[in-house]
């Protein structure tokens, strides 16, 4: 999509000139002769660019810098040239300051210079919110299902097919999709994510596709959708399977045609985007009782990649382990203690590697300055292997605790079903009733 430059420049034929050598550059350039025309376009439009004149009839143009500049790169045109005003007017937030006349090639290598500026600034921010994220970090795995899905990523990741990704909640999905977008020849732009999940409904749409102004009541000027936003780069759709069959098929014929329309518009615009899905259902299953659409399915099955959970690959959590532990390790050369390891290898981590993330970041933080993690660092959690249940406590433990929070876990994993409870722990019902009304385990 072409870069746009807004003119605002009270001399039309000055302005229309420079409309036109814009033009000629390959980008899209539009003026205006006052600022209230200018505020008009910026209503509808978010230019990349914006060149203003020092003197306009209806506007104060530093206070105008100072107030856009944080918005959009401003390049100041003026016919009256002074080291003064442009001091000033850098010091407010402009990027460059240009004399009238202004030469073809002074002009060119200037816009060049400043859309490239820019761009540099946006990727720039983004690392500076990579860096900061808490993301579980790189994909980390020595186990064979974990070097296939790295296999996959590496086979399929520079070209432009779309993916699916399947897995369970906090197995890493997103982490598998800023994999393939970073090993990808749209690397250079950000990734843009979006929650199937957490977006509305009615927002769908107007979220993924942008909307025209008047598209709808509160739409007050033009938005860009999140398709625009992701030109050239990777979109990442999680939780693809909570989305509606009337928002699917809007997504099938994107993937289909790779057009697509704001809403309230009327023009089609090209979709230079790569599609990477994601959800923890069973799209399959769904395609075929009629939750989801089927052809919607088949179009995003060409590719699939499968993350397994946590406790099908339990050889890699003492290598996470140590990741998180040196990411938060708050100054201090951090351990974990042999029966602490064992409690994280018996354990099933229904919330796979966030969990197992959250618990060590957890432990840190209450091991203090104490360079050993310890099993009574991590809290009450139940580890489960075919031979065994280990607890943890936070501290020494009578047999009435024990008693108590294995019964209390017992009746959790047989839905509270007292009788499924009494068959497993081979006592009567009457016992468990006993037992739940000594240690008060009742509604």
């Known amino acids: 999509m072409k870069k746009l430059v807004l003119i605002v420049d009270d001399d039309r034929v000055f302005n229309r000139l420079l409309v036109e050598q814009v033009a000629e550059m390959g980008l899209d350039a ?4 006052n600022w209230k025309e200018a505020a008009q376009i910026l209503q509808e439009s978010e230019p990349d660019l914006i060149f203003l004149d020092l003197r306009l ?6 206070q105008l ?15 009256y040239g002074s080291i003064r005003n442009a001091v000033s007017l850098i010091q407010a937030g402009a990027v460059e300051y ?9 002009l060119e290598i200037t816009i060049r210079r400043e859309l490239d500026n820019a761009e540099l600034r946006r990727r720039n921010a983004f690392y500076r919110r990579q860096l900061a994220s808490r993301r579980p970090g790189p994909l980390i795995g020595n186990a064979p299902a974990m070097q296939e899905v790295m296999r996959l990523i590496e086979a399929v990741a520079p070209t432009d097919a779309t993916v699916m990704i399947q897995g369970e909640s906090g197995s890493g999905k997103e982490m598998v999709a800023q994999a393939i977008h970073e090993s990808s020849q749209r690397r250079g732009r950000e990734m843009v994510t979006v929650d199937g999940g957490t977006l509305q409904e009615t927002l769908f749409e107007s979220e993924l596709f942008g909307h025209e102004r008047g598209a709808f009541t509160g739409a007050d000027r033009q938005k860009k959708g999140l398709i625009e936003e992701a030109e050239g780069s990777t979109l990442f759709l999680d939780e693809i399977g909570e989305t509606s069959q009337a928002n699917q098929a809007k997504l099938l014929r994107v993937l289909e045609t790779a057009t697509f329309r704001r ?34 399915y088949f179009r995003l099955a060409s590719f699939v990649i499968r993350v397994p959970p946590l406790r099908e690959r339990r050889e890699d959590i003492p290598l996470l382990a140590e990741h998180f532990l040196q990411r938060f390790a708050r100054g201090v050369e951090r351990e974990l203690a042999p029966e602490a390891l064992r409690l994280l290898m018996a354990y099933d981590w229904p919330g796979n590697v966030r969990e197992l993330r959250n618990l060590i970041e957890r ?58 409870a009494a068959a497993v722990l081979g006592i009567s019902e009457r016992s468990i009733y006993r037992l739940i009304k000594q240690y008060e385990l009742g509604e």
């Open 263 to 296: 809403l309230g518009g009327t023009r089609t615009l090209k979709a230079d985007v790569r599609f990477v899905v994601a959800s923890n259902r069973d799209l399959a299953a769904m395609g075929q009782d009629g939750s989801f659409r089927s052809d919607l």
């Open 363 to 420: 432990a840190v933080i209450l091991a203090g300055g104490d360079r050993r993690i310890r099993a009574e660092h991590f809290g009450p959690i139940v580890g489960r292997t075919s031979d065994a249940v280990i607890l943890a406590f936070e501290h020494e433990p009578s047999l009435a605790d024990i008693e108590r929070d294995y019964l209390r876990r017992t009746l959790l994993r047989h839905g509270g079903s007292r009788t499924r």
């Open 30 to 33: 539009v003026g205006a002769h």
């Open 65 to 79: 810098v100072a107030s856009l500049s944080g918005q959009f790169p401003i390049v100041v045109l003026t016919g």
């Open 98 to 106: 240009l004399t009238k006349p202004v030469g073809l090639d002074e």
């Open 57 to 62: 009839p209806d506007a104060d143009t530093p």
